[in-house]
């Protein structure tokens, strides 16, 4: 019912910088929070980011100061920008949002199925 496709990862040197976006479609009413999370081989999934509908931005403290949560509302999608990238941002990076999908229904998570970023040292 709600597909959210994440891309742009890929493979870039330490100090280098990305671009994730992620867009989602489907049937949906409204979407609340959108954001990133991400996991590393062996480990568990950890929160990267997240931005409110009202543009209220929230992030984990590896990425304070090198990455920026963005969302165009009319589009559905949402932006990671990744600076000074490190080795151990190394991970598999997945989008979620909160959708609901009609005006009496639920915010339900869903997610994207991820993009791998690698950076190289």
């Known amino acids: 019912q709600v597909q959210l496709v994440e891309s742009g990862g890929g493979l870039v040197q330490a100090g280098g910088s990305l671009r994730l976006s992620c867009a989602a479609s489907?049937?949906?009413?409204?979407?609340?929070?959108m954001g990133w999370y991400r996991q590393a081989p062996g480990k568990q999934r950890d929160f990267v980011a997240t931005?409110?509908?009202?543009?209220?931005?929230n992030y984990a403290d590896s990425g304070k100061g090198r990455f920026t949560i963005s969302r165009d509302i009319t589009k559905n999608t949402v932006y990671l920008q990744m600076n000074s990238l490190k080795p151990e941002d190394t991970a598999v990076y997945y989008c979620?949002?909160?959708?609901?999908?009609?005006?009496?229904?639920?915010?339900?998570?869903?997610w994207g199925q991820g993009t791998h970023v690698t950076v190289s040292s």
């Open positions: 979620n949002a909160e959708v609901r999908i009609w005006i009496g229904g639920d915010y339900n998570d869903y």
């Open positions: 931005c409110t509908s009202g543009g209220k931005t």
């Open positions: 489907g049937i949906i009413f409204s979407i609340n929070a």
